[in-house]
């Protein structure tokens, strides 16, 4: 529903309204009422009594979409904490309306004294602040876990409803899994996919968009480390809006990418959704879209259209592999370490030399020098091809 008017200091929308809003949840058996403009308690709990469901905002809905989303404990605790800022200012007037008579949305609340309520609250987001800190100094083992892994990292990004998690599907599904034994530690949207033979993480992100309230953004910022962290970012686009759309959410993406310092990370750009598009029209958005869309490919996650073109072209910008050699004295320690290193890297048959064992592999460079690392701490030799 849509109104433009003053707004209602009580119900934000004009009071023949608020009766159709009603009668429009009573017929579609709605469960909820989701407002694009920021309400005030009072608005919600009149809405509420009104209509006898649940009425959120914009910022409570993107919030929610956060919570499902953040997969590391410093992006839940940054969520929490806007929420519990939002919640401050609102918090005595939401606990004196419940007294009223609690509605959708306020039900417990009225156990509470105003007060107290707000102290609690207070206290709440002071003891977060607190663990936000700690957390901030332990981020870096999360990548460093990723790093560990040996793999290249392909984040998916774009703006909401590209069809980001559709291509996460199509790619994860169109590739043999590998043995998942290894994953356990990562959220349930990293997947790993052989591309030509090399071991990939690719992850599923939230989506970004316009406005988004200023309180937010620390937070969604934080759901967006796998994308901060990764060696090629995927940019989904919905090809089939029009050129002016897509352009502004090409735009909107970049200045995301750039806020969150993803910058100097090869993209490649997904221009999804071309079923939808005639030839001639997906030609013109190519033409048009040259300058802000990096080594675009036009795809349907859909119907797996162009996949193996889009690996293509993001196979490319993987990192190349390294080759190394090297040589272990056999002691308790070196059959751990092999089937360590086979799980991560491309290892060549070993060879048994003497006491000990030889063997090539090939991996990323980042992680040959790890290896390089755990060599001499085996009394081995090492080296780079
Ligand atoms: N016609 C068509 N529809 C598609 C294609 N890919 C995705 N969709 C549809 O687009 C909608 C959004 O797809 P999602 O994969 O959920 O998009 P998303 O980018 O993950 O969205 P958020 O996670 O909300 O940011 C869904 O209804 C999909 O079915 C496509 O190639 N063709
Ligand atoms: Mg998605």
């Not at 989506?207 to 989904?236: K, Q, Y």
């Amino acid at each position: 529903m849509e109104q433009i008017r003053v707004p209602d200091p009580n119900y934000q929308i004009g009071r023949g309204k608020v009766e159709e809003l009603a009668e429009l949840v009573s017929e579609k058996q709605a469960q909820r009422v989701i407002f694009d403009n920021e309400l005030k308690p009072q608005q919600a709990y009149n809405l509420a009594k009104a209509t006898g469901v649940q009425i959120i905002d914009r910022f409570q809905l993107i919030l929610e979409i956060f919570t499902h989303r953040a997969a590391t404990t410093e992006a839940k605790l940054q969520i929490q904490l806007a929420n519990l800022r939002y919640e401050l200012p609102r918090a005595k007037e939401k606990v004196k309306l419940t007294k009223k008579g609690e509605q959708p949305g306020f039900r417990g609340l009225g156990a509470y004294e105003v007060d107290i309520y707000y102290e609690t609250i207070k206290r709440q987001i002071h003891r977060i602040q607190k663990k936000l800190k700690t957390v901030r100094k332990k981020r870096s083992l999360h990548r460093k876990r990723r790093l560990e892994l040996g793999f290249s990292l392909v984040a998916l990004a774009g703006y909401t409803n590209a069809g980001k998690s559709s291509l996460f599907n199509a790619l994860a599904k169109e590739t043999v899994p590998v043995d998942s034994g290894l994953f356990t530690t990562l959220s349930t949207t990293t997947r790993a996919i052989e591309l030509s033979g090399r071991k990939v993480l690719l992850t599923d992100t939230v989506g970004f968009i316009d406005n988004l309230p200023l309180t937010l953004i620390e937070a969604f910022h934080s759901t967006l480390e796998e994308t901060i962290f990764s060696d090629i970012i995927l940019l989904v686009v919905d090809a089939s809006e029009s050129l002016d759309e897509i352009e502004r959410k090409l735009l909107c993406c970049r200045d995301t990418i750039q806020t969150i310092g993803a910058t100097g990370i090869g993209i490649v750009t997904a221009l999804n959704k071309i079923d939808l598009l005639s030839e001639s029209a997906l030609q013109l958005k190519l033409d048009a879209l040259k300058d802000l869309a990096p080594h675009p490919v036009p795809i349907s996650a859909l119907h797996h259209t162009n996949l193996p073109q889009l690996k293509h072209a993001f196979f490319s910008y993987l990192k190349e592999y390294v080759q190394a050699s090297l040589w272990i004295p056999w002691k308790t320690e070196s059959m751990p370490f092999i089937s360590w290193l086979h799980d991560r890297a491309e290892v060549q048959p070993l060879k048994y030399e003497g006491d000990g064992v030889s063997l090539t592999f090939k991996s990323l460079p980042r992680f040959a020098e790890k290896v390089r690392h755990r060599v001499a701490q085996l009394g081995g030799t090492f080296q780079r091809a």
